[in-house]
């Protein structure tokens, strides 16, 4: 809720200067609460922009939601690779974060 709140607040600060809601991008995190507001704001025609995702499905669920713009992480993904395999090098085309992002 407090997400929509502020989302549309921000909207109608940017009507009130003279700027369309068309020139405005919201954006909002990755989490279950973040899409779900998506969700809300899309259908009310505010562009969202989720960020902060790590990985396939999260990406998913923002499509599924009709996020305007997905913003992925791939350099964090491949962070916690590395953390946990101790491998520090990959070719590009087995990048976690690549690989992670466009399967």
């Known amino acids: 809720e407090e997400s929509l709140f502020r989302a549309r607040r921000i909207i109608g600060m940017y009507k009130e200067a003279g700027v369309p809601k068309a020139r405005v991008l919201i954006k909002l995190a990755g989490t279950w609460e973040g899409i779900k507001c998506c969700q809300v704001l899309e259908a009310e025609g505010i562009a969202c922009n989720i960020t902060l995702v790590f990985g396939f499905a999260q990406a998913v669920a923002a499509a599924q939601a009709g996020a305007r713009l997905i913003s ?7 962070d916690y690779v590395m953390s946990k395999t101790g491998q520090q090098e990959w070719q590009p085309s ?10």
């Open 72 to 78: 992925p992480f791939p350099g964090r993904v491949k």
């Open 94 to 103: 087995e990048d976690p974060g690549v690989v992670e992002g466009t399967r």
